[in-house]
Nanobody
Framework: QLQASGGGAAQAGGSLRLSCAASRSIFSIYIMGWYRQAPGKQREPVAAITPGGTTNYADSVKGRFTISEDNAGNMVYLQMNGLKPEDTAVYYC?????????????WGQGTQVTVSS
């Protein structure tokens, strides 16, 4: 249902962009977002965007990361600027209907982001 791409390696201060393709049925009504999981840590939310375009971000990425969507292509992007070594993690695309039912939560495959100092 979700196909993530992008990521890779970057120097501190650099930029990367993640992409996530979703089916139309999901994209039109689900809250789309990105999570990340660093080694030895729990998965944490990074950014999310509602079908209406409202966005929210983790405090740690505010001002550096931007989540956006392409309605025509059913795509969600995470533009990551000003990368820091602590941004190193596996990033996951997420779609959540926010009804408290795991049947309505989807995850894409993880994509590695590695930031060197």
């Amino acid at each position: 249902q979700l196909q993530a791409s992008g990521g890779g390696a970057a120097q501190a201060g650099g930029s990367l962009r993640l992409s996530c393709a979703a089916s139309r049925s999901i994209f039109s009504i689900y809250i789309m977002g990105w999570y990340r999981q660093a080694p030895g840590k729990q998965r944490e939310p990074v950014a999310a965007i509602t079908p209406g375009g409202t966005t929210n971000y983790a405090d740690s990425v505010k001002g550096r990361f931007t989540i956006s969507e392409d309605n025509a292509g059913n795509m969600v992007y995470l533009q990551m600027n000003g990368l820091k070594p602590e941004d190193t993690a596996v990033y996951y695309c997420n779609a959540d209907l926010r009804v408290g039912d795991p049947r309505f939560v989807y995850w894409g495959q993880g994509t590695q982001v590695t930031v060197s100092s």
